[in-house]
């Protein structure tokens, strides 16, 4: 196995991947769109695709020009659906014609406009029946007298107010029948206001006693039972003082230090003593004060509950003549509304009737426009019911990424060549350091594991590298790299001699060997 320096691998070039992506989509593009123009068959019809033409387009990356086909979509009748189409024009053709000549009699009637306050539409029998002049003008002129009739009333008749028809409209319901009715209001607001407030029951007690609760007065025991135990107890300490002395027993021994104790103690009794009796009194004044807020507060409460009962008893009494009020005032506004009803039904029975008369003369007036519609109108022709036909779509090829992914895989393999290429030297460079000896006599279990090249004085050579171990290393350590009788065959200056044993040197070996 030779090892060299592997070479990048070559980039692809981005206008040529851009290029072939284009050709492929095109390309997928166009046999897809022959998959789906599919030619359909149906009762009504058929659909037909065909090809009828082509555009160029030119890649504007590399110029390449590409063919696209243009499709035409073809459709036709069946031809029971194509003999219904032709007997519907022939038929529209009749109905035109027979829309065309009914419309003449519409001249009459829409040419006079529609005048509610006159009778609605215009009668030209009436108009003649009522106005004998018009009627004798009409026999005078020798013209078809309703069309006589509906000129004069267009150019004169309206002018002078006369009535096209035979029956005027119904007259609307007039504002003026629904009078002012009013609403009663009686003498609601003269029943008496509502007590909202009665009088002051005073101020509730929230707290009692003074603000120190009565810690002055407190002290004030304490002292005085202290100012009468303190001389006591000073006669008792001197008392007790003499007694020790007289019985021998000196000031610092043991003895006179518990007898101290023992007297200390009973003037600290003494004084907590004094103590508790202050608290006690304080204790005494505190429920004094107590007792004095809480009959405060219960006649406060008292006279609240007589001041809240009599204003009770007095909304009572107002909110009964308030009902009796509001009954009476109901009364007189029930009687009011009913007038008021009388009133709106008549109101809304004459504008019922006037509604109603409308609502026929435009029926008369619209029905012969509708009929002449409906003429018009006529059998349509069933359209073909297309399929929705299965869509295939061919997958396009990524050409882009299978050459980004090749040359992804190209990169790896050249990084692992350069990984192998560089641990390979590092093995040849990290077993030799300075002058490495690297004699072939000094070494045991050796292997061929490849061969490098080496610029020598008589060109390049193939250099064997081998895996093995010294003479004495550990049986699992390895080690790889030539060996010295090889390198000097090559470049006898890389190699020197010490006591018979040979040595590369690690400086000169590294400029012989082929790295690129």
């Known amino acids: 196995?030779?090892?060299?320096?592997?070479?990048?691998?070559?980039?692809?070039?981005?206008?040529?991947?851009?290029?072939?992506?284009?050709?492929?989509?095109?390309?997928?593009?166009?046999?897809?769109?022959?998959?789906?123009?599919?030619?359909?068959?149906?009762?009504?019809?058929?659909?037909?695709?065909?090809?009828?033409?082509?555009?160029?387009?030119?890649?504007?990356?590399?110029?390449?020009?590409?063919?696209?086909?243009?499709?035409?979509?073809?459709?036709?009748?069946?031809?029971?659906?194509?003999?219904?189409?032709?007997?519907?024009?022939?038929?529209?053709?009749?109905?035109?014609?027979?829309?065309?000549?009914?419309?003449?009699?519409?001249?009459?009637?829409?040419?006079?406009?529609?005048?509610?306050?006159?009778?609605?539409?215009?009668?030209?029998?009436?108009?003649?029946?009522?106005?004998?002049?018009?009627?004798?003008?009409?026999?005078?002129?020798?013209?078809?007298?309703?069309?006589?009739?509906?000129?004069?009333?267009?150019?004169?008749?309206?002018?002078?107010?006369?009535?096209?028809?035979?029956?005027?409209?119904?007259?609307?319901?007039?504002?003026?029948?629904?009078?002012?009715?009013?609403?009663?209001?009686?003498?609601?607001?003269?029943?008496?206001?509502?007590?909202?407030?009665?009088?002051?029951?005073?101020?509730?007690?929230?707290?009692?006693?003074?603000?120190?609760?009565?810690?002055?007065?407190?002290?004030?025991?304490?002292?005085?039972?202290?100012?009468?135990?303190?001389?006591?107890?000073?006669?008792?300490?001197?008392?007790?003082?003499q007694q020790l002395a007289d019985q021998g027993i000196r000031y610092g021994s043991q003895a006179y230090e518990d007898a101290m104790r023992n007297y200390s103690n009973r003037v600290t009794d003494t004084r907590l003593g004094v103590t508790e009796k202050g608290g006690v009194e304080q204790q005494r004044m505190m429920d004094m004060a107590e007792r004095e807020a809480g009959f405060q507060n219960e006649a406060q409460q008292q006279a609240y509950q007589q001041l809240l009962g009599r204003g009770q008893f007095y909304n009572a009494a107002q909110g009964q003549d308030f009902a009796q009020a509001t009954a009476r005032t109901n009364a007189q506004n029930n009687a009011l509304a009913q007038?008021?009803?009388?009133?709106?039904?008549?109101?809304?029975?004459?504008n019922s009737q006037r509604n109603q008369f409308m609502q026929e003369q435009y029926m008369q007036r619209n029905q012969p426009v509708n009929e002449i519609t409906a003429l018009l109108s006529g059998s349509q022709v069933q359209q073909p019911q297309w399929l929705n036909t299965p869509s295939s779509q061919i997958p396009t090829t990524d050409m882009a990424g299978i050459l980004n992914n090749r040359f992804t895989q190209d990169m790896a393999v050249y990084n692992q060549q350069n990984q192998n290429f560089q641990q390979l030297m590092g093995g040849i460079f990290g077993s030799i350091a300075g002058v490495g000896k690297s004699d072939r006599r000094a070494k045991e279990n050796i292997d061929r594991i490849g061969t490098v090249f080496a610029a020598g004085r008589d060109g390049e050579k193939p250099l064997p590298v081998y895996e093995y171990s010294f003479k004495g290393d550990p049986a699992k350590q390895r080690r790889v790299g030539p060996m010295a009788q090889d390198v000097e065959k090559i470049e006898p200056r890389a190699v020197t001699t010490k006591r018979g044993v040979k040595y590369i040197d690690k400086t000169k070996l590294g400029s012989i060997l082929k790295v690129a």
């Open 339 to 350: 007038n008021l009803a009388r009133q709106q039904s008549k109101f809304n029975a004459a």
């Open 1 to 241: 196995m030779s090892f060299f320096k592997p070479d990048p691998p070559t980039p692809p070039n981005p206008v040529q991947v851009a290029g072939a992506q284009t050709s492929t989509n095109i390309g997928t593009a166009t046999a897809n769109a022959f998959l789906n123009n599919v030619n359909q068959i149906t009762p009504q019809g058929e659909l037909n695709y065909d090809q009828t033409d082509t555009y160029t387009f030119t890649d504007p990356n590399d110029g390449k020009t590409y063919n696209i086909p243009r499709f035409t979509a073809t459709q036709s009748l069946s031809p029971v659906q194509q003999y219904i189409s032709d007997l519907q024009g022939e038929t529209q053709t009749n109905l035109a014609e027979m829309a065309k000549g009914q419309s003449s009699s519409l001249q009459n009637m829409l040419g006079t406009p529609f005048d509610p306050s006159r009778g609605g539409n215009f009668d030209p029998a009436s108009y003649l029946a009522n106005y004998a002049d018009v009627r004798n003008a009409a026999t005078a002129s020798g013209e078809n007298p309703y069309d006589f009739a509906s000129r004069h009333y267009q150019e004169f008749g309206r002018g002078e107010g006369r009535v096209p028809c035979a029956t005027n409209a119904p007259g609307a319901g007039q504002a003026n029948w629904l009078d002012e009715v009013g609403f009663a209001r009686g003498d609601i607001a003269d029943v008496g206001t509502q007590q909202r407030g009665f009088g002051d029951a005073g101020a509730i007690r929230r707290g009692y006693g003074p603000e120190d609760n009565f810690s002055a007065d407190r002290q004030r025991v304490e002292q005085a039972l202290f100012e009468r135990v303190n001389p006591q107890l000073q006669q008792d300490e001197a008392r007790l003082r």
